[in-house]
C-alpha cells in the first residue's frame, strides 16, 4: 500500500501483495485503519474515530482518521474521510481499481481560529 497526502487528497494505491478487504462496511473501516497504520510509521499521530463522537453532523456510522492531539506541527495536523462516504464504498474502489482518494483537512485540531 502507498498512501501520498497532496493539497486536499489523500491518494491510497495497492501495490503488489496487497490484500483486497471485504466490500461492507467492515472493509472500509479496515482499509482506514490500514491508511493510519501506513501514515503513523511516518511519523503521524492518527487515531481512527466515529465522526459523531466528536460533535460532527455525519451518519453515526462514518469513520476517519483524525490527529490524537492539538499540539501536533501543523504539516500532520490532519483529519482524513471519505468525502463520498454515502455513495460508494471506498474498499469496493480500491479492490475494483486498485486506487482511492480521500479528503484531508488541515489544522482541525487547532486552537487559533481560520483565516
Known amino acids: 500500500m502507498k498512501v501520498t497526502i497532496r493539497g486536499g ?16 462496511m ?3 473501516s479496515t482499509l482506514l485503519y490500514h491508511v493510519k497504520q501506513y ?3 511516518r511519523g503521524y ?4 474515530k466515529r465522526m459523531w463522537k466528536d460533535g460532527h453532523m455525519f451518519d453515526e456510522r462514518q ?3 483524525r490527529a490524537r492531539t492539538w499540539n501536533v506541527p501543523k504539516s500532520k495536523n490532519i483529519a482524513i474521510f471519505d468525502g463520498e462516504w454515502n455513495i460508494r464504498n471506498s474498499a469496493k474502489e480500491f479492490n475494483d481499481t486498485g486506487k482511492v482518494t480521500f479528503l484531508v483537512i488541515r489544522d482541525m485540531m ?4 481560520r483565516r
Open 9 to 24: 487528497k489523500c491518494t491510497v494505491t495497492r501495490t503488489r501483495g496487497d490484500k483486497k478487504y471485504p466490500e461492507t
Open 26 to 28: 467492515g472493509g472500509e
Open 39 to 41: 501514515l503513523n510509521k
Open 45 to 48: 499521530d492518527l487515531i481512527k
Open 63 to 65: 469513520q476517519y482518521l
Open 110 to 113: 487547532s486552537k487559533e481560529p
